[in-house]
């Protein structure tokens, strides 16, 4: 127990470092994220994911997307079911932080979906550069300690999904068309 708390207290002075020199925290750069949403700000969105990014949400159907294809996703989305709570941002480092909360989603079949989810942030740059979804924050911790702030999220994944998704036709170069 003293070896956990040890490291949440260097965690803890790590974030207080960063806004010390005034610098966004990473629970701040993911509330940007949540704000250029609910404002239906594609343009101030694609701005907040790095050029090397690769996102895996419920929206983007839980493949690795890049920061074009996640904009349109999210876009996409945003004109059917799809809601999201933020309940806790939790910073896990000076890049990382943990969003827990509920997602309310359309599944198919017309039904919808409505459950806890937990988000892992890992921002580059003040930009989001890989994000994982995960439905308990046990999972997603285990996955950060495991990973590191790739998460496990590389680009041959990307390679792969995006020719799985064409191969199925639900995708075409990473992103969702309508057939």
């Known amino acids: 127990m003293q070896d956990l708390n040890q490291d949440l207290a260097g965690r803890v002075r ?20 949540v704000d250029c949403f609910l404002a239906r700000d594609w343009e101030g969105l694609g701005t907040i994911y790095h050029l090397e990014a690769l996102i895996t949400t419920i929206a983007g159907g839980m493949v690795p997307l890049t920061r074009a294809a996640m904009v349109e996703a999210m876009r996409t989305a945003a004109n059917g079911l799809f809601q999201f709570e933020v309940m806790h941002l939790t910073d896990l480092d000076e890049h990382t932080c943990l969003v827990s909360g509920r997602i309310r989603h359309s599944v198919g079949g ?15 740059e003040g930009m989001l550069w890989r994000c994982g979804v995960y439905p308990g ?6 996955a950060f ?6 998460l496990g999220i590389e680009a041959i994944q990307l ?7 064409v191969n199925d036709g639900r995708h075409d170069a990473g992103r ?3 057939r």
Request: proline share 2%; aromatic share 6%; net charge negative.
């Open 137 to 142: 924050s046990r999972k997603a911790l285990d």
């Open 145 to 150: 300690a495991e990973h590191g702030h790739s």
């Open 14 to 33: 790590q974030v207080a470092a960063v806004t010390a020199r005034g610098e966004q925290s990473p629970s701040q750069d993911a509330l940007r994220l």
């Open 176 to 178: 969702r068309v309508q």
């Open 110 to 124: 017309g039904g919808f979906a409505d459950h806890e989810s937990h988000w892992l942030c890992v921002f580059k």
């Open 159 to 165: 390679e792969t999904a995006t020719c799985s998704s």
